[in-house]
């Protein structure tokens, strides 16, 4: 009793308090942790239960020392079988539902009648030319989703294209062009991504959310954050020989320093699109050997190219 009571407590604690997950910045992380939570409780408990039971088979079962004899002939037990199927099947099937539900919630299956009253993001993706009017997000709290309108009123809409091998951003409202993604906080924001040349992905691993970035196919990625901060934005789809480094950030403003902001591009003045596009879409100067060197030291590895890449081993005679 003891012993189920202490694996209990240590499942219950190290569940909730593993330090694994980046911090949450947005409203949708919650849903995601909650589940790996779960998920990491679960575990603990199964690990300590087996692990467990081994050692103490190790210490008490152990051959005592001059004994030559066979153990007991032992045929099996059912009842003891049965249950250890049970459980595992039981728990796998507790966490489908559960990670089914929350794939729901955030959007992943129903994708044009979304009915949660949680607060959860749409990952969306849509071949249509317009999709403003479609009720996509839930409400941002407690309540029935806001009508299309609303919507399309009290969101920040941002145009993100990207190419090989960065982002570049657009604000419709303003005409800002940046190769950062600057929001504020607590403010719904619908990022209208596509791709120029190949798939990327555009992925923020403080907010849980992801979603690919598709050549000739907009997709959509609605989220509200709930931290102000800097947030890298890192390319999750192989994309070419510089993908490693398609990387930007994500800075989450208060609202006074957003505006601030805001105003500030726009004294500035802003480069177009099409200048952007083209800054960004120049191959770099450095050579294999230098680009590489940025990252030798963080990677544990010599700067300088393989010289039998899995390519040259499959070309050679």
């Not at 749409?122 to 071949?127: F, P, T, V």
Request: hydrophobic residues 45%; negative net charge.
């Amino acid at each position: 009793m003891l012993i189920g009571v202490a694996v209990t407590l240590i499942s219950l604690w190290y569940g909730q308090n593993h330090g694994l997950m980046p911090v949450a910045a947005s409203t949708e992380a919650s849903e995601v942790d909650q589940l790996f939570n779960l998920m990491m409780t679960i575990g603990t408990g199964l690990f300590l239960i087996v692990e467990g039971a081994l050692v103490i088979s190790l210490i008490r079962f152990r051959r005592k020392k001059g004994d030559e004899t066979d153990g007991p002939h032992i045929e099996g037990n059912i009842p003891l079988e049965i249950l250890w199927t049970a459980i595992p099947a039981i728990i796998v099937l507790g966490l489908s539902v559960y990670s089914f539900e929350i794939y729901t919630e955030m959007g992943g299956l129903n994708l044009m009648e979304h009915h949660s009253s949680k607060a959860v993001q749409l990952a969306y993706a849509s071949s249509n030319e317009d999709t403003s009017s479609y009720p996509m997000v839930a409400a941002s709290g407690l309540g029935k989703p806001p009508a299309p309108g609303e919507l399309a009123e009290d969101t920040l809409n941002i145009d993100v294209l990207g190419l090989q091998f960065a982002f570049v951003m657009t604000y419709p409202d303003t005409g800002i062009v940046d190769g950062e993604v600057h929001v504020p906080v607590g403010k719904l924001v619908k990022l209208n991504l596509k791709a120029q040349d190949v798939i990327h992905a555009f992925w923020l691993p403080e907010f849980r959310i992801k979603q690919d970035m598709i050549p000739g196919k907009k997709t959509t990625l609605v989220f509200k954050a709930t931290r102000e901060g800097t947030y890298p934005v890192v390319c999750a789809e192989l994309c070419g020989s510089y993908h490693g480094g398609m990387r930007t950030q994500m800075i989450v403003h208060s609202p006074e320093e957003y505006d601030e902001w805001v105003q500030k591009r726009i004294a500035s003045g802003s480069i177009d699109l099409s200048t952007a596009i083209a800054a960004a879409s120049q191959k770099p100067a450095e050579t294999d050997t230098e680009y590489l060197a940025h990252f030798k030291d963080s990677l544990h590895m010599p700067a300088e190219p393989m010289p039998h890449s899995h390519m040259d081993m499959a070309l050679m005679p």
